[in-house]
């Protein structure tokens, strides 16, 4: 069977396609997966157009196999990886340097070196084809009560992730934290607001769009929603926000509606404009924080916090899908849509 791959060249737009690619070798991990489900978001976008910080360009720049979002079936497993056939698993996207502190004791996601690497965006192909190889401690298990909404794990770790350093930060306040903001009601933002109710949080969103599948997500989880930032204004602080719509202009109103001590998570990856950031975050000590990729820890609090969702409710965040041969039409995005998956 031919192994298919979705991907582009590194630094090059107009290069995404399906092509075939060699079938992966015990070099590239004892454990043996088929595709399932892979998630496309906006880091494959960026990708795709060349743009993306790890894209590599001239004429001799190697394809790269896209598809860090995940689930699959495990095909073969040695009787000693903890894993067996038939049973379904994600990938851990980053790889740890062999330079820092911080790898060394597994905390990868804060490698101080830079010479990690990131399965599908990074120095090593991805997930996004037919069969794929990894070791044992990359692989999660994924509950069959989770099924294919496995392929929300990766994007729920790094909400985990984010979740986990704002209670952290916000521990030295004289409060603990009961009022989120979420902007943005993509993916990351509706699985921000889901991991914010869990957590007994008191959510608001605010997007852009007025009707739609958008809306009617977040009251459907018990979280207010809203598509004007001046109705906030006048309302009670926010303990905690999280910046997830990768608008950089938002920032600077959004961390304004924090009370004391409140903390301010940039998760989406837009660039901040150090002078849309308000006086208020040093009258209010208030503090902002970056966050990307994520750690073991978050992968398996991911996996619980999910199981704990309705599952009904996740299903609807998976609004479209399209087969491998034509996946990039997963490109082109609806502002209706909220996950657009790959099926293999």
Same mark, same amino acid.
């Given at each position: 069977?031919?192994?298919?791959?979705?991907?582009?060249?590194?630094?090059?737009?107009?290069?995404? $396609?399906?092509?075939?690619?060699?079938?992966?070798?015990?070099?590239?991990?004892?454990?043996?997966?088929?595709?399932?489900?892979?998630?496309?978001?906006?880091?494959?976008?960026?990708?795709?157009?060349?743009?993306?910080?790890?894209?590599?360009?001239?004429?001799?720049?190697?394809?790269?196999?896209?598809?860090?979002?995940?689930?699959?079936?495990?095909?073969?497993?040695?009787?000693?990886?903890?894993?067996?056939?038939?049973?379904?698993?994600?990938?851990?996207? @980053?790889?740890?340097?062999?330079?820092? $502190?911080?790898?060394?004791?597994?905390?990868?996601?804060?490698?101080?070196?830079?010479?990690?690497?990131?399965?599908?965006?990074?120095?090593?192909?991805?997930?996004? @084809?037919?069969?794929?190889?990894?070791?044992?401690?990359?692989?999660?298990?994924?509950?069959?009560?989770?099924?294919?909404?496995?392929?929300?794990?990766?994007?729920?770790?790094?909400?985990?992730?984010?979740?986990?350093? $704002?209670?952290?930060?916000?521990?030295?306040?004289?409060?603990?934290?009961?009022?989120?903001?979420?902007?943005?009601?993509?993916?990351?933002?509706?699985?921000?607001?889901?991991?914010?109710?869990?957590?007994?949080?008191?959510?608001?969103?605010?997007? @852009?769009?007025?009707?739609?599948?958008?809306?009617?997500?977040?009251?459907?989880?018990?979280?207010?929603?809203?598509?004007?930032?001046?109705?906030?204004?006048?309302?009670?602080?926010?303990?905690?926000?999280?910046?997830?719509?990768?608008?950089?202009?938002?920032?600077?109103?959004?961390? $304004?509606?924090?009370?004391?001590?409140?903390?301010?998570?940039?998760?989406?990856?837009?660039?901040?404009?150090?002078?849309?950031?308000?006086?208020?975050?040093?009258?209010?000590?208030?503090?902002?924080?970056?966050?990307?990729?994520?750690?073991?820890?978050?992968?398996?609090?991911?996996?619980?916090?999910?199981?704990?969702?309705?599952?009904?409710?996740?299903? @609807?965040?998976?609004?479209?899908?399209?087969?491998?041969?034509?996946?990039?039409?997963?490109?082109?995005?609806?502002?209706?849509?909220?996950?657009?998956?790959?099926?293999?």
């Amino acid at each position: 069977m031919t192994n298919l791959a979705m991907s582009v060249v590194r630094g090059r737009r107009d290069t995404a $396609a399906t092509h075939a690619v060699p079938e992966p070798g015990p070099g590239e991990g004892s454990v043996l997966v088929r595709t399932l489900l892979v998630g496309v978001c906006g880091t494959d976008l960026h990708l795709v157009g060349g743009t993306h910080r790890a894209s590599a360009s001239g004429p001799d720049a190697p394809r790269l196999v896209l598809g860090h979002e995940a689930v699959g079936l495990v095909v073969e497993a040695p009787p000693t990886s903890g894993f067996a056939p038939g049973q379904l698993v994600t990938g851990i996207v @980053r790889r740890p340097c062999a330079e820092c $502190a911080a790898c060394a004791r597994g905390d990868w996601d804060f490698c101080t070196s830079g010479a990690y690497t990131e399965r599908g965006i990074k120095g090593a192909d991805g997930f996004g @084809r037919t069969r794929w190889r990894s070791e044992p401690a990359y692989l999660v298990p994924v509950p069959d009560r989770l099924g294919e909404l496995g392929v929300l794990v990766e994007p729920m770790s790094v909400v985990c992730k984010a979740l986990e350093t $704002a209670f952290y930060v916000a521990r030295r306040g004289p409060s603990t934290p009961a009022r989120l903001l979420v902007t943005g009601a993509g993916p990351i933002g509706l699985l921000a607001a889901a991991a914010g109710r869990d957590a007994g949080l008191d959510v608001t969103v605010l997007d @852009r769009m007025r009707t739609g599948v958008k809306p009617d997500l977040v009251t459907t989880l018990g979280a207010a929603y809203t598509d004007d930032l001046g109705t906030l204004a006048d309302g009670p602080r926010f303990d905690l926000a999280f910046e997830c719509s990768g608008a950089a202009g938002l920032i600077g109103p959004a961390t $304004a509606l924090l009370g004391q001590a409140g903390v301010m998570m940039l998760i989406a990856g837009g660039a901040a404009d150090p002078g849309s950031v308000p006086p208020m975050l040093l009258r209010a000590n208030a503090a902002l924080v970056g966050t990307v990729n994520a750690g073991r820890r978050h992968y398996a609090q991911a996996v619980d916090t999910l199981l704990r969702v309705d599952r009904s409710w996740l299903c @609807r965040l998976l609004t479209r899908r399209v087969p491998l041969t034509s996946w990039q039409s997963a490109l082109d995005r609806d502002d209706d849509e909220v996950k657009v998956v790959v099926e293999f």
